[in-house]
């Protein structure tokens, strides 16, 4: 009885292609353990170790996405295989596959030969053909979580005999944001980059262009400050420093998010992944800054995110932004406007006397669009 073609989607790096590798040697070996795995020993599982097995055969199907690719892919399936039960095969990145090449594959996915098991992989899985998923069994892999990734990467580093702080592993993996992938490749570039040293947390900062919590504790209190000056002079220091802006950017975004959370949701120090002593500095942070203002700078920064990625003039963009951020009066939506006004009772709590522009010491009243009427 043929077996239905498998469809494993999921973000990527997350082991979908590994896993499909993984289940082809399994399915083959003439010895199975008694809970189901592969024995290691038989010529199927031996032949799959050494990279020469006839039975798995890969397609990566960004590069090969034409019907003509698919015709010599169907031509394929109809030799059965010579060592072992199946033939399997493993389209990666499926979605690729132009309309015509998903056309010609569908009557062999309808009725697969009994020997043959196709492993569809993808990262955009909306992207597939409704005829095709229709036919598929459908597994959906999640991102990995940052604790499994650190714990794998410790374990990497004892075995490797490579001295690492775990603090400088755990960023690495938040880094890799849920791809086992990207954070090996993450960790290769920083040892590579540091060969035979420890590999400190401030080493990875430096590696992968980011700047530490402290950096975005202080430019926070310049915005609140009102003080662009000093937030500008701290943007100079980081591209003096060869920062990379746009990651510069999202890591400061990521910790204007961890502030809201702290600030409006009781117990959330367990949702991040923080140590105690940066939740208590936030917390600290979080008694100065309101939510609405909080708002007004991830909503500002996140327009600012879109726009930098294709500008030609990354830093006078990012500094006009931060300007705005400091300077509340040159925008006229809600969010500002109601900064304005705390910004005015805090000063009339304080007992600063409001003097009008005109200096005649008139009194007046803070109009719809944030001006003094007198």
Known sequence: MPLPPENFCGPRGVGKTTCARIFAKTINCMTPTADGEACNQCESCTAFNEQRSYNIHELDAASNNSVDDIRQLVEQVRIPPQIGKYKVYIIDEVHMLSIGAFNALLKTLEEPPSYVIFILATTEVHKIPITILSRCQRYDFKRISVDTITNHLVSLMEKEKVDADEKALRYIARAADGSMRDALSLLDQCIAFYLGQTLTYDNVLEVLGTADTSVF?????????????????????????????????????????????????????????????????????????????????????????????????????????????????????TESLSERIRQLEDKIAQGIPMIPANGLGNTGMITNNGTFAY
């Not at 915005?223 to 920062?243: K, Q, V």
């Not at 990379?244 to 600030?263: A, G, H, M, T, V």
């Not at 500095?281 to 920064?301: G, H, N, P, Q």
Request: hydrophobic share 45%; net charge negative.
């Open 217 to 333: 504790s202080a430019l926070l209190r310049n915005i609140l400050n009102h003080d662009s000056i000093a937030a500008l002079d701290i943007i100079d220091s980081m591209i003096t420093e060869g920062r990379e802006l746009s990651q510069f950017l999202s890591d400061f975004l990521w910790y204007l998010r961890n502030l809201l959370i702290l600030k409006d949701q009781e117990g959330a120090e367990e949702s991040l992944d923080m140590s105690k002593e940066t939740i208590a500095a936030l917390k600290e942070e979080c008694s100065m800054v309101d939510t609405i203002a909080l708002l007004r700078y991830i909503r500002l920064l996140s327009e600012l995110s879109n726009q930098i990625r294709t500008a030609t003039q990354k830093r006078v963009l990012l500094e006009v932004g931060f300007i705005k951020l400091c300077r509340p009066e040159m925008e006229s939506d």
